[in-house]
């Protein structure tokens, strides 16, 4: 089994910043790509960014030039650093990585149980 656990949400005041992380763990033999996808009460999950494991990235529209996805291929990690917070970042955010599994050798798409950032106005 991969088991995907994030951490670093919360509530903070609109231009301030904040930091997730994700961990994978378990079965990893090799992660493929990585990403971090929001959801809004009300609305549908949305792509925010996504990296390869060859350092390639992909941002929304909506966070370029404010996110930074990052990653430690070492520690099976990806990192997003936010800045300039806006009320409308408010959201639930996963994390999900394409993984190859040690077990054997399939890749299967797994998820975070999601961390809430609140931005307040």
């Known amino acids: 089994q991969v088991q995907l656990v994030e951490s670093g949400?919360?509530?903070?005041?609109?231009?301030?910043?904040?930091?997730?992380?994700?961990?994978?763990?378990?079965?990893?033999f090799k992660i493929n790509a990585m990403g971090w996808y929001r959801?809004?009460?009300?609305?549908?999950?949305?792509?925010?960014?996504?990296i390869t494991s060859g350092g390639s990235t992909n941002?929304?529209?909506s966070v370029k030039g404010r996110f930074t996805i990052s990653s430690?291929?070492?520690?099976?990690?990806?990192?997003?650093?936010m800045n300039?917070?806006?009320?409308?970042d408010t959201a639930v955010y996963y994390c999900n990585a394409?993984?190859?599994t040690a077990f054997n050798r399939y890749?299967?798409?797994r998820w975070g149980q999601g961390t809430q950032v609140t931005v307040s106005s």
């Open 98 to 100: 394409v993984v190859v």
């Open 107 to 109: 890749a299967v798409n």
């Open 72 to 81: 430690d291929n070492a520690k099976n990690t990806v990192y997003l650093q």
């Open 39 to 50: 959801q809004a009460p009300g609305k549908q999950r949305e792509l925010v960014a996504t």
């Open 9 to 28: 949400g919360g509530l903070v005041q609109a231009g301030e910043s904040l930091r997730l992380s994700c961990a994978a763990s378990g079965s990893v």
């Open 59 to 61: 941002y929304a529209d």
């Open 84 to 88: 300039s917070l806006k009320p409308e």
